[in-house]
C-alpha cells in the first residue's frame, strides 16, 4: 500500500526540542521531493518546510525564523523534521507529503499522511 | 493573516453549482500554478485540482479549477452531501520562497 506514516509527536515543554519522523512505503522514496504541513487546532494548513529528493536543497516557512530543520535518510525512505525552542504557538498536527516532483517548487502534494500532533505546553 | 484569500464559507442545495475563489497577488498566483485540496472532517488533507485545472485520477469531474490573473477558482457542479469539506488552496510564492495556502472554506450542503 501506498502510504506515509508520521511519528515522534507528543506533549513538550515550552522550549524544548522535538524530532518528528515520517517513513513512506509502496513508492520509491528518492524520486520525490518531500514536505511537512501543519495544522493547528480548528486552523488552516500551513507550510512548514520541504526538501528536494536528494537532499540538496530544503527550505522553509520564514515564521518559523530557523528554529525547524527538515532532512531526509533515502535509505531508510524516511523524513524528519527537527524542532527546537518550541512555543504553544507551534501546537498543532504535523502531516508530512510527498511532492508529485523531485525538486520543492508549485507542485501539488500528491499523497498525505495521517498526521502526528505536537502539543506544546507547560 | 494568509497569502491566499479564500472565503470563510460557502454553501448550496443539493445539485446545485458552488465556486470558491482564491485571491492571491503577482508574486503568487499569477506566476504559478494552483492547488486545491479537501479535507474531510477528522481526516487528512487529499489532492483534488493540481496545476489549476488537471483533476488527479479518481477524483470525481463534478469539480473543476480555473485561474485569472491573480485569482483562482474552484466549482463545484452537482453539490452532493458528500462534498461537505474544507477546501484549500495552495500555490508557490516566489517573494517568500515557499508554499503558500488559503486560509480555507467550508462548504455546507443544505
Known amino acids: 500500500e501506498v502510504q506515509l506514516v508520521g511519528s515522534g509527536g507528543g506533549l513538550v515543554q515550552p522550549g524544548r526540542s522535538l524530532r518528528l519522523s515520517c517513513v513512506g512505503s509502496g513508492f520509491n522514496f528518492d524520486d520525490y521531493a518531500m514536505h511537512w504541513v501543519r495544522q493547528a487546532p480548528g486552523r488552516g494548513l500551513e507550510w512548514v518546510s520541504g526538501?528536494?529528493?536528494?537532499?540538496?536543497?530544503?527550505g522553509s516557512a520564514a515564521s518559523l525564523k530557523g528554529r525547524f530543520t527538515i532532512s531526509r535518510d533515502n535509505a531508510k525512505k524516511s523524513l524528519f523534521l527537527q524542532m527546537n525552542s518550541l512555543t504553544p504557538e507551534d501546537t498543532a498536527l504535523y502531516y508530512c507529503a510527498r511532492d508529485k516532483r523531485r525538486t520543492v517548487g508549485g507542485n501539488p502534494f500528491d499523497l498525505w499522511g495521517q498526521g502526528t500532533l505536537v502539543t506544546v505546553s507547560s | 493573516q494568509s497569502v491566499l484569500t479564500q472565503p470563510p464559507s460557502v454553501s448550496g442545495a443539493p445539485r446545485q453549482r458552488v465556486s470558491i475563489s482564491c485571491s492571491g497577488s503577482?508574486?503568487?498566483?499569477?506566476?504559478?500554478?494552483v492547488n486545491w485540496y479537501q479535507q474531510l472532517p477528522g481526516k487528512a488533507p487529499k489532492l483534488l485540482i493540481f496545476?489549476?485545472?488537471l483533476l488527479p485520477s479518481g477524483v470525481s469531474d463534478r469539480f473543476s479549477g480555473s485561474k485569472s490573473g491573480t485569482s483562482a477558482f474552484l466549482a463545484i457542479s452537482g453539490l452532493q452531501s458528500e462534498d461537505e469539506a474544507e477546501y484549500f488552496c495552495a500555490t508557490w510564492d516566489d517573494t517568500l520562497r515557499g508554499v503558500v495556502f488559503g486560509g480555507g472554506t467550508k462548504v455546507t450542503v443544505l
Open positions: 526538501i528536494d529528493w536528494n537532499s540538496g536543497a530544503a
Open positions: 496545476y489549476d485545472d
Open positions: 503577482s508574486s503568487n498566483i499569477r506566476n504559478n500554478a
